[in-house]
């Protein structure tokens, strides 16, 4: 695979998973669900079941495709520095696993509210407060994987900042966006600052992928520094 088809899928996984977070997030999850209201969110979700579903669906894209991102970044960034790409890619899979197995509590609401009769022994009240209970499970642990992502994505941004075939200021952007989420390290600091991380990581992610789709990496230098790692 050449060097700019390499940057090009990466850049093509990059907007996937944006696009998925944003949809199954922004658009589905934060308009069923109410965080202080259990019953609401239960009324919405079996309101709006089909909805629902298609944002866990969503979510799982949203994640294979972060998955697919932190390997390509792995290797087009590794002939920089074959051990800090390295630790990028395991710190970036962890928390993409720890995100993944976060989803089954998104989708264990359609479960506890799905009328079996193995749970008849609860009463509604406590069965929607469940439900919530779940959701909210979902949210934290997405928070702890926000903690790994960040520590590969400052890790990312120094071999952007290091590699000599991408801009510097994507690396700078990436750092600043990967401590950012080192925030969560400490959950209410998280919460309270999400919205304006946020901001930052899009910001970052829209113009590293922009770059790659349309200018791609300097393949004369990617190609050099590549046959000196190998060697």
């Known amino acids: 695979m050449s060097p700019r088809t390499l940057a090009r899928l990466t850049a093509a996984f990059s907007l996937f998973t944006l696009i998925g977070g944003v949809v199954a997030q922004g658009f589905i999850a934060n ?6 209201d259990a019953a609401l969110t239960a009324t919405n979700i079996l309101g709006q079941r089909q909805l629902y579903l298609l944002g866990f669906t969503i979510f799982l894209v949203e994640m294979a495709s972060n998955i697919a991102t932190v390997t390509l970044f792995y290797v087009l960034l590794r002939p920089v520095n074959r051990t800090a790409a390295l630790v990028s890619l395991v710190f970036g899979l962890v928390g ?14 359609l479960l506890i509210l799905g009328g ?52 510097r200021l994507l690396g700078v952007i990436a750092v600043v966006s990967g401590f950012g989420w080192l925030s ?14 946020v901001v930052v990581a899009m910001l970052g992610l829209v113009l590293t992928a922009g770059w790659l789709l349309v200018r791609g990496v300097d393949e004369q230098r990617w190609r050099e520094l590549s046959s000196k790692t190998a060697a």
């Open 31 to 36: 308009a069923l669900v109410s965080p202080r």
């Open 96 to 109: 993409c696993t720890i995100k993944t197995l976060a989803r089954a509590f998104y989708y264990a609401p």
């Open 116 to 167: 079996a009769d193995y749970l008849n022994v609860y009463s509604l009240g406590q069965l929607q407060a469940l439900a919530l209970l779940a959701i909210k499970i979902n949210n934290v642990m997405a928070g702890i994987a926000l903690v790994f992502l960040g520590v590969c994505t400052i890790f990312q941004g120094y071999l952007i900042i290091k590699s000599t075939f991408l801009p």
């Open 184 to 197: 969560y390290l400490y959950p209410p600091l998280g919460r309270a600052l999400f919205y304006y991380l």
